[in-house]
């Protein structure tokens, strides 16, 4: 079971930019596509960005060309970057691995850590 610990959260104004980390445990990294999900108050957590193990990269509409999603393979972490963010942005961020397939659509199949709070808000 790959173990996965978030930080980076915190407090930013809208425009402002932050950057998310994910640190997983085990050599299984480096072979399992891995995401970033959020939960903002009220609603449902969706799927943000993910990477697979060849280094491809997809993203929800509603951060595509703001939100970068990256991974160092020699420290076992895959980054979120988040620039020019937006009050819709405040959520809880988690990272999950391994992504699955099921009927083409992306499958979290990892357990879920402890999240790191993102709040935009000026």
Known sequence: QVQLVESGGGLVQPGGSLRLSCVASGTIFNFVDMGWYRRAPGKQRELVATVTSGGS?????????????????????????MDSLKLEDTAVYYCNAPIGRVAGSPVALGSWGQGTQVTVSS
Do not use: C, E, P
Not at 64 to 71: A, C, H, L, N, Q
Not at 74 to 79: D, E, I
């Open 57 to 81: 990269t997809n993203y929800t509409d509603s951060v595509k060309g703001r939100f970068t999603i990256s991974k160092d393979t020699a420290k076992n972490t895959v980054y979120l970057q």
